[in-house]
């Protein structure tokens, strides 16, 4: 029903940036919610932020906060995640996700995409 298409990984050095792109696709009625996950070798996913799809809300777990910024661009149906001053524990595979609620557990989100490695190197 939803498609997400991830891009926008890549390999930075410490304390450089990156742009992610999530376009979605397919019927959007329910999906309300939409969030970042990311995923470290040899460790579980974790929570990184959400946005509603209205942008009104948002919000961000503490070790990204004042460094990430989910955003959504409703003519291109594309949710953004700009990471500034990236730091080598960022280094992981980044997921998008969508859902219906406003929670950052994998369990609320439905729909995922297929991921994106963001390497930081030192």
């Known amino acids: 029903q939803v498609q997400l298409v991830e891009s926008g990984g890549g390999l930075v050095q410490a304390g450089g940036s990156l742009r992610l792109s999530c376009v979605v696709s397919?019927?959007?009625?329910?999906?309300?919610?939409m969030a970042w996950f990311r995923q470290a070798p040899g460790k579980e996913r974790e929570f990184v932020g959400l946005?509603?799809?209205?942008?009104?809300?948002?919000f961000y777990e503490e070790p990204v906060k004042g460094r990430f910024t989910i955003s959504i661009e409703h003519a291109k149906n594309t949710m953004y995640l700009q990471m500034n001053s990236l730091k080598p524990e960022d280094t992981a595979v980044y997921y998008c996700?969508?859902?219906?609620?406003?929670?950052?557990?994998?369990?609320?989100?439905?729909?995922w995409g297929q991921g994106t490695q963001v390497t930081v190197s030192s």
């Open positions: 996700a969508a859902g219906s609620q406003f929670q950052g557990t994998r369990a609320a989100y439905d729909y």
């Open positions: 397919g019927r959007t009625w329910g999906t309300s919610v």
């Open positions: 946005i509603s799809w209205s942008g009104r809300n948002s």
